[in-house]
């Protein structure tokens, strides 16, 4: 059974930072591109960061210079570290393997951003 398990969201002040993860199990993690998500309330989920299993990384132009995503191999864990939070980054934050057509996706976890 697949599970991506997402932890760190929480509150933070404008300005702040956070870091979250993601647990993987029941993949071979290291073959698979690993990204985060986010959907904010009303809007359509968006990516914001990927990398892959070579670990080649790329990020929304929103984050860029802000947010960093790595990865553990070792952990199965996968990792968005968010620096310079603006309220505009208020959302729900969801983790999400790939590989071919095989998509998993976890629960998700809130960040809220206050000004």
């Known amino acids: 059974q697949v599970q991506l398990v997402e932890s760190g969201g929480g509150l933070v002040q404008a300005g702040g930072s956070l870091r979250l993860s993601c647990v993987a199990s029941g993949i071979t993690f290291s073959s698979f591109t690993l990204a985060w998500y986010r959907q904010a309330p009303g809007k359509q989920r968006e990516l914001v960061a990927v990398i892959s299993s070579s670990g080649t990384t790329n990020y929304a132009d929103s984050v860029k210079g802000r947010f960093a995503i790595s990865r553990d191999n070792a952990k199965n864990t996968v990792y968005l570290q968010m620096n310079s939070l603006k309220p505009e980054d208020t959302a729900v934050y969801y983790c999400?393997?790939?590989?071919?057509?095989?998509?998993?996706w976890g629960q998700g976890t809130q960040v809220t951003v206050s000004s």
């Open positions: 999400n393997a790939r590989k071919f057509i095989v998509d998993y």
